[in-house]
């Protein structure tokens, strides 16, 4: 069993940034790849990005490239999400998210922890 606790949301004015934060405990964490995903009001939750175990693969929605990095820690079982240049419509609730397995994806059926997630409002 894994456990994760995201923290770092809050508001931001458009054209801010916001550093999300997922703590990992349980039995694993290391061996995960983790990935970050969001879920505005009434809509479906989507990919944001992941990253593999070792840190060394790092993949993006096309919508957040070139302004969100995803980093992660094994020595303190934490992943980042670093959010720069926000938008308005990057408001939504932030879930992190920890597969079984060290193989990257963008597709949310395949990890099986969740966080309970972390608000982000961006105000324009």
């Known amino acids: 069993q894994v456990q994760l606790v995201e923290s770092g949301g809050g508001l931001v004015q458009a054209g801010g940034s916001l550093r999300l934060s997922c703590a990992a405990s349980?039995?694993?964490?290391?061996?995960?790849?983790m990935g970050w995903f969001r879920q505005a009001p009434g809509k479906e939750r989507v990919f944001v990005a992941t990253?593999?175990?070792?840190?060394?693969?790092?993949y993006y929605a096309d919508s957040v490239k070139g302004r969100f990095t995803i980093s992660r820690d094994n020595a303190k079982n934490t992943v980042s999400l670093q959010m720069n240049s926000l938008k308005p419509e990057d408001t939504a609730v932030y879930y992190c998210?920890?597969?079984?397995?060290?193989?990257?994806?963008?597709?949310?059926?395949?990890?099986?922890?969740w966080g309970q997630g972390t608000q982000v409002t961006v105000s324009s």
């Open positions: 998210a920890a597969k079984r397995s060290v193989v990257v994806s963008s597709d949310p059926i395949t990890y099986a922890y």
């Open positions: 349980g039995r694993i964490f290391s061996s995960n790849a």
């Open positions: 990253i593999s175990w070792s840190g060394g693969s790092t």
